[in-house]
């Protein structure tokens, strides 16, 4: 089994996010030393097919920057993949040796920008200059032929028509691909989470305009994917296909599944990835019995793991973005998938999210 896997290395951030899913747990935990991180990779090589590093910002790590030219060097099968706020540009064009490293072992960038308005993504960001930092990144990726993708937070203000298309406009320019995470609730659905949450009706309202418009390359998201597509099939990769390391190493079958109970394994135990598998990283796979009558449910099969759990505390409900909830509907269009040849990204098949192209 080779997994794909997303891998904060450390806990720092230079930002403070208002929606940030990772801001407690970082908190909590402490990080571990370059030695393990080596080592983890030393012995479980063999079992990675590919690592994107995320959450906190892992440019602030001069070690990082070391490991990835560690696994680069060694284990060059091994694809590397960064997503960062923009502060990489900071690093690159101060360490020459940093920008060495990255364009020899960083296969794909993925640049965070949620609002095509700099004094918006400033805010929502908690940094005067996050705007400057992404635009710049991008910038750089296109001027050394790096695959560079933009990935933004859904929620109602951002999945606003305008936004979203002043995103496309900055992707235009920069040779680059637009990605959408559709934001979760990992600390509970509350007062403040609820500031973030995306509505049915604000998505879909999204995803008929980028059809429209523009090119819908892929849906990660085996609900989504069900109800909109005739002849695309997505699961959801959680714990099969994709796993989530944290600063102190352990390990989550998700992103966005950050609760102890779903830390059984630490990347600190000899040869962990081979003990783990779908019976033991925490989620409970099987199909809601809600679902069973339901039309899609050999695709959908209830929709994605984390949402289910996030929302309900349970692996037993069904997506909250399921169309058969009172509050959501059957949307009236389909959605056309642009297949692109040439599109490898590395987040194809880690976790459900959506890829457009301009």
């Known amino acids: ?41 030393d012995q479980n090589c063999d079992s990675v097919n590919s690592i994107n590093y995320g959450t906190g910002e892992n440019t602030l790590s001069d070690d990082w920057f070391r490991l990835v030219d560690y696994i680069g060097t060694h284990y060059p099968f091994i694809r590397q993949a960064l997503t960062t706020n923009g502060y990489l540009v900071k690093r690159v064009r101060e360490n020459a040796e940093f920008d060495r490293i990255v364009k020899n072992c960083i296969s794909e960038i993925d640049v965070s920008l949620d609002y095509c308005i700099p004094s918006k993504h400033n805010a929502f960001r908690g940094f005067d200059s996050a705007y400057e930092l992404a635009i710049k990144t991008l910038s750089y990726c296109e001027t050394n032929g790096i695959i560079s993708t933009i990935v933004f937070m859904g929620t109602n203000l ?40 995306a509505d049915f009706s604000k998505i879909i309202d999204a995803l008929k305009w980028i059809n429209e418009n ?29 796993l989530r390391i944290l600063p102190d190493g352990s390990i989550t079958p998700s992103t966005y599944l950050l609760k102890e109970k779903f830390r059984k394994f630490n990347i600190l135990e000899n040869h962990v990835l081979s003990k783990i598998d779908s019976t033991n990283v925490g989620i409970e796979f099987d199909t809601p019995a809600e679902c069973a009558q339901c039309r899609y449910v050999d695709k959908c099969r209830g929709g994605v793991y984390d949402r289910r759990y996030l929302w309900y505390g349970s692996f037993n409900s069904r997506d909250p973005y399921c169309l058969y909830r009172p509050e959501n ?14 599109f490898q990204s590395i987040h194809h098949g880690y976790l459900p999210t959506m890829f457009f192209g301009v």
């Open 329 to 342: 509907y059957v949307p009236d269009f389909k959605v056309r998938i642009s297949k692109v040849d040439s």
């Open 158 to 197: 951002t999945l606003e028509i305008q936004n979203i298309s002043g995103l496309f406009d900055i992707a235009k320019a920069y040779h680059s691909k637009l990605r959408l995470n559709i934001f979760r609730p990992t600390d509970g659905i509350n007062d403040h989470s609820k500031r973030f949450i």
């Open 214 to 242: 523009h090119k819908i390359i892929a849906i990660d998201d085996p609900l989504f994917a069900s109800v909109l597509c005739d002849d695309y099939e997505q699961i959801d990769p959680s714990g099969l296909q994709s």
């Open 1 to 41: 089994m080779k997994w794909n896997i997303g891998w904060g290395v450390i806990s720092s951030c230079n930002m403070k996010c208002e929606f940030c899913y990772s801001k407690k747990t970082r908190q909590e935990v402490q990080q571990l030393s370059f030695s393990q991180w080596k080592n983890f990779i």
